[in-house]
């Protein structure tokens, strides 16, 4: 870019796909609300933190509710509302003066974040489920009982999850969740780490806490905590 160009332009506009946590509103009732977020949160500490979140509203948009107070809930176990959709005019109207966005996508493009139940709950022995092609941002993999094998790169802004442990052989952007329904001996394994978050039955790291490496690694759970090594 020129000189000339940067002393009169503020900004450029661009396009770029992002993954949001869409949170499907079925009853606005403030209690219940507020303790379905402590018990969604509790079981994976601080992985929804600053968690961008949109309300689907289009199973209460008959409804006259509090909008705010349930943005305020969400904001208080750390998580921050950006947008609704399906909502009412009147909500949409609620939304604007609230500086929520409104969009326009349909609850049929929504994917549902995988419910984790530890208790009870038999751990199958993974078999595997095989990805040849890259996985391209915004684009979400998901892998129930068996392993996951993704022959090529992941891009940021992708998401792999999987019951049993994952392996990329090539480079592993977006965020990559291991034995999401409680395998704690779940691995991820990659020949280049620069993930956005990594996650094995619940526990995370996120980028800025893990450092670099050069060349393969490996991620494991131990004593409850994310540990990261080269192979």
Known sequence: ?????????AFKLKGRLYTFTVLHVLNTEPNLFAQQFAETVVKAPKLFENTPVVYDLSSVHHQEFDLSGLCQ??????MIPIAIQGGSPLHD??????GLAVLNASATQDKPIIERSFENTPIEKAKSKLITSPVRSGQQVVSKGADLIVASSV???AELLSDGSIHVYGALRGRALAGISGDLEARIFCQSLDAELVSIAGYYRLSDSIEPINGPCQIYLLDEHIIIEPI
């Open 1 to 9: 870019m020129s000189e000339n160009t940067t002393k009169t332009q």
């Open 155 to 157: 891009s940021h802004g």
């Open 73 to 78: 809930i969400a904001r208080d176990y750390g």
């Open 93 to 98: 109207t609620i939304a604007h003066c609230q």
